[in-house]
């Protein structure tokens, strides 16, 4: 385990508000997930049939971002790579339920973004 650093560390405001953006929406997609699966089983609906299981993945993964969001306030590294894997499965489940390609792309954004701003404050986080 690397050490923890000696000097003060700050986050930075972009760092900050991305964290607190990621938190909120990864939030509010674990509700929205929940409230599709709950009105598709009320209405038995076939779309439970075609896509429950990749919904109920999405609901765990989102809730796997969010204890990654912890980790990168939390400062460990451990954090981005968890959210990392996690975008990556998320890509590959959007392509299995049909999303077109270029918008799953886009869903890689915030992958990007999380990463440049982590990778300049690296060595603050162990």
């Known amino acids: 385990m690397t050490p923890v650093p000696s000097y003060p560390r700050e986050r930075g405001t ?4 991305w964290l607190v953006l990621m938190f909120f929406s990864n939030a509010w997609a674990i509700y929205r997930y929940v409230a599709i699966i709950v009105d598709w089983l009320q209405h038995n609906d076939v779309n439970w049939d075609r896509h429950g299981l990749a919904f109920s993945a999405l609901i765990v993964l989102g809730v796997i971002n ?10 460990r590294i451990a ?6 894997g996690v975008s990556l499965i998320v890509f590959v489940l959007n392509l299995i339920l049909g999303i077109p390609l270029f ?19 690296r060595d603050m986080f162990y």
């Open 66 to 75: 969010v204890i990654a969001v912890f980790l990168l306030w939390r400062w």
């Open 14 to 17: 972009l760092l900050t508000a």
């Open 79 to 84: 954090g981005l790579y968890v959210f990392i």
């Open 103 to 121: 918008t799953a792309l886009v869903g890689l954004v915030g992958m990007a973004i999380l990463f440049a701003l982590v990778n300049p404050k």
